[in-house]
């Protein structure tokens, strides 16, 4: 059961390379291309959750991203140590009534994998649990 | 990662043909452009996203803050996407109900 870690700082220059190397390790894995897409997508906005959170925040606490795999499906944790959010996005729609940001990302985390979960850490922070099946 | 902006005007439209990864860290390049568009007068702004690899939430936002700001000059936004991977992000998100999206640049432009 592979398992890779990759810790990045949590500020949005690093995100693409989340993305390089989630997308690398999806292939190597054999999931089709749509899989790859999805997974990636979920979590590039994972990561930009983690980062937008701690850029606010001013905190410099690495987000880590750990990917495991085994026969049946991949599971990829995202945790930060950035303030407590509310991650279905508490403030759906704004003065306009258009999606706010974060109600759009809630919205493609829970569409685009198999399996999307919110946890919150001990000594701070969140840990955003994906699973996808192969 | 580099985003390419390049803007053609064509009759009232101003066209901005984007080229790469639209994310947390490139979306505010995006945000700027189409700020300054509308700041110059132009308020039928065409986004082209036929050379767009990537684009997430923070894209999605830049684009709906860009539409608020042409509807607040009676002008319109609408999108340039045929690639089947960007437009599941705008159906995902409802926003296929909210952009004009077209096939072409043509289309957009009513040419």
Known sequence: MPVVRLEIPPRSPYVGVVRLAISSLARTAGLDEEK??????????????????????????PVAITWEEDADRVRIAVADRGPTVDASGSDAVDTQGFSTRAVMSYALLKSLVDGCEFEQRDGGGMTTRLSITR | M???????????????DVKGEIDVYTAPKLREKLIELVSEGSYDVVVNLEGVDFLDSTGLGVLVGALK?????????????????ILKIFKITGLTKVFPIHDSVDAATGA
């Open chain 1, 36 to 61: 790859v897409d999805d997974i990636k997508i979920a979590v590039s906005e994972a990561c930009a959750n983690a980062v937008l959170n701690n850029e606010e925040s001013g905190s410099d606490d």
């Open chain 2, 2 to 16: 580099e985003l390419g902006l390049d803007v053609q005007k064509k009759g009232s439209h101003a066209i901005v």
């Open chain 2, 69 to 85: 700001r042409v509807k607040a000059h009676d002008g319109s936004l609408s999108l340039v996407c045929t690639q089947d991977k």
